[in-house]
């Protein structure tokens, strides 16, 4: 793994790159980076020119390539949680089911595109296990999907929601890491979803 020098005294970015935003297009570097060729290709001079940024201000806002990979690592799933967790609120809204909610699940697993990006946090996952520095992050990341499993398995009547939370989530994961590798159809994934929370209702719920 490429290291990242240790910070320099660059100048703070000013004009149109402001702070907030040179930060942000280095995450978003480092993401693409990732998903194209691995956490290997990360090195600084390659991130400042997939950013569009500066060598310096690569160092200035991130001191360690740690800093940079769990930044990318929670930034990927607070956007992807956020998504969800808006697609929970409007199945509320309209009143959930199941069947509802496994077609949710399918136009969001179907139309996701395996780019760089979408393949990134896969890398990252395998990374942590390399390195414990970003566990802490892995496990926030896997706790915020556990919460957002929960809350729309409750909506749904399963028994012990919380605790089939994470089982789900692992459910998701594993097919969709099967999807990458063997280019499989959604429709599977659905299929699982509805054989655990079947089989996790009351049997009134799912006449």
Known sequence: MTSVPAPTKAAKPSGP?????????????????????????????????EAGVSLGSVTYHFATQHELLREALLHFVSVETRRFTELADQCHGEGIELEGAARTVAQ??????????????????????????L?????????????????????LGVRDAERMASTAVALVFGQQLRRLATGSPA?????????????????????
């Open 17 to 49: 790159g402001r702070s907030g935003d040179t930060r942000q297009r280095i995450v978003d570097a480092v993401l693409r980076i990732i998903g194209e060729d691995g956490v290997a290709a990360l090195t600084n001079r390659r991130i400042a020119k």
């Open 187 to 207: 429709e599977e994934l659905v299929d699982a979803l509805l054989m655990l929370t079947r089989g996790s209702r009351p049997a009134e719920q799912n006449v």
């Open 108 to 133: 969001v697993a179907g139309g996701t595109a395996f780019d760089a990006r979408h393949i990134a946090p896969f890398e990252l996952y395998v990374q942590a296990g390399r390195d414990e520095r």
């Open 135 to 155: 566990r802490a992050a892995a496990a926030e990341c896997f706790a915020a999907y556990d919460r957002l499993a929960e809350r729309i398995l409750t909506g």
